[in-house]
């Protein structure tokens, strides 16, 4: 039986997840940017919390953590690489590391770039991914730490998931995303429909996340460095892959 998946908007336009196992009762919060709006959505579902699974050090995905733990008596859960900087762990992670909620084995996913000990959390059983600032809804995140070629690495990595996987991202910036995707493909069919389809979504006050993957290599330009469409777009048809990515993500940063 599939993760319950709850999206949980917090601060200005971050989320966090909880995913529930209904037979064994356990749950899951992956990121805390704030605590009271997962001790919220647990209330109201008559969950009790038992891990914390961290991404990344960044402020805005940890700032709740310490009292989501004291409140829960969770276990924390992130990357060993990362453990200098993030609240102390139960349990330090590497990417050969497995761990289950419930009977579902959760695969651990190296994702540099933003950061250089970003990791990813995917739940093959119920076809989900948390990817919080890699791979974005309709974009990246910001190579704060990591090199393009990092990024571009760890973006492979995502993009071999299986298409109807469900990317879990960090953050509300879809519509500015593809805005910026528009300038490189303005005639795409599905980059269209997608834009449409985003509007209405926040017009009505909706997350516009999840997102099935196949829908990010549809219409996310940094999934599509490799296409020669994409690789004239940006005046660079016989650069590699990688290097057609950092120019992407350069244009991005200036947008």
Known sequence: ?????????????????LVHDAASGQTAVIDVPDAA???????SRGWQLSDILITHHHDDHISGVESLRAATGAMVLGAA????RLPPLDYALTEAASFAI????????????????HIAFHFPESRLAFTADSLMSGGCGRLFEGTAAQMWQSLQKLAALPPDTLICSGHEYTASNLRFAATLEPGNPALISRIERVAAA???GLPTVPVDLQTELDTNPFLRAGL????????????????????????????
């Open 1 to 17: 039986m599939a993760l319950e998946l709850v999206t949980i908007p917090c601060r200005t336009d971050n989320y966090a997840y």
């Open 37 to 43: 709006p997962v001790l919220a959505a647990l209330k």
């Open 81 to 84: 690489a990362d453990a200098h």
């Open 102 to 117: 419930g009977t579902e084995k959760v695969r651990v996913i190296d994702v540099p770039g933003h950061t250089v000990g």
């Open 202 to 204: 926040r017009a009505a």
């Open 228 to 255: 020669p469409a994409i690789k004239a777009a940006v005046g660079l048809p016989d650069a590699d892959d990688a290097m057609v990515f950092a120019e992407i993500r350069a244009r991005k940063d200036r947008f």
